[in-house]
């Protein structure tokens, strides 16, 4: 079957000078061979991106292998981005747009980002449940079903000689549409935009393999963006390294599981940093007013913590600082207030973020994460918070070093059959992982 595209690793060590191939074939019955985890996997198709594309079948250990998948498309392509449960016309699940890769990456599953200079739109995919996707993250095999069905667990799972291993379910699938224009082949866009390789690797260092940068060839001073998390298997839900440990981070459930640290605090729909809505901080009667989460049952003593969040001031007042605050409590030390800040305006959304270490003498007993900083009466909105565990061996932003390896899933694609649209391809990443893609 001739070739409809190419399908990589995404990086300058499988660019064309390194594999003049371009990638690994896309036919009308494609068998590829290729790994989870690392910077993303790029798919172009030769008659331009695909308009709609439909991702099913999906076998992937959310948790431990983040598979990312990027397609060029041209500036001012928009997107809509869904996930859909099997027998349930209204479990839907609408993604919102990040403003970087490593979100996608680190994030619960739900979020796309377009990136202007590479052209590159990137989303995770993950495995959902079967029948429904409420209380939306990231689910585990041992996440118990919760739609009542014979099922035991949320996702669909292989067990054999003590290794457990996700297993597709028929029916759910990830639908990503894009407004462009269509092409002289139908189900394409009109324009394929000139591709820039992106930069994986941080300044000084090279791209060693799929999923790891090193000083050189051979050297244990490496950046890896995706290392393997520590996991235990616990009622959902739970959350490994590289997790988003905030739960609704982005305020797109209301309120829940927040509260105001004194003042007040109130969704609104006319500011986003993304999706439809944020919080407003009001009725601050002290500077610490804000909004607050508790974080006892997700964050934990002794660990170095990435937090973030994206703030912008409401009214007439055009600058002044946000703080976000971890308040920590053990029983030896007492408490303690450690803090990142950054300067806001009432124009931007401005990101605020930052390491935190929650060293702790004793136990543990309370630890708060909170938003707070402009001066009495001045009102805010905050949006999109983050708090990601960094491992003493785990690169921070610009200068934290990891030697450490990462742990490998293999995967393996191969042709399947069934109902044929145009343009689709059906994604099951696991170890083994199948592809297939079927072209009309």
Known sequence: CPALGRIRHIGSKFDLTNDPTGGLPITANAEVAGLTGGFAWLLQLDDGPPKSLKIDQIEVDPVETPMVLAIPYDSGTSFSITAHAAYCSSCVETFFAVNSVDHVRASQGNTYYYDEATKLLYVRIIQTPQTYLTDWHLWNLDDLNMDGGPRTHALDRFTFSGITLPSFAYGPYLQIDADCAEGAISGHCATTPSYVEPEVCPPDYIQVSYDKCCVSEGSSDCYIPTLPPTFSPT???????????VLNPGFESGLTDWYANSGLIQIDTSQAHSGTQSVLATGR????????????????????????????????TSSDTLKLTLRINDDVDGTKWLGISNAINNQDWTLIQGDIAVNVAGTLTGIDLYAEGPAVGVEYYVDDVSAIEVSSGRRSLESARSSTQPQHEDVEMQAASGAVVSPMFALLTVAPIFLWYQWK
């Open 235 to 245: 009622p959902q839900p739970t959350f490994g390294q590289g997790d988003n440990l």
């Open 285 to 316: 009667t002290s500077t610490w007013n804000g909004p607050q989460q508790s974080m006892i049952e997700r964050m934990s003593a002794n660990k170095t913590y990435r937090i973030s969040c994206w703030a912008k001031l409401k009214g007439t």
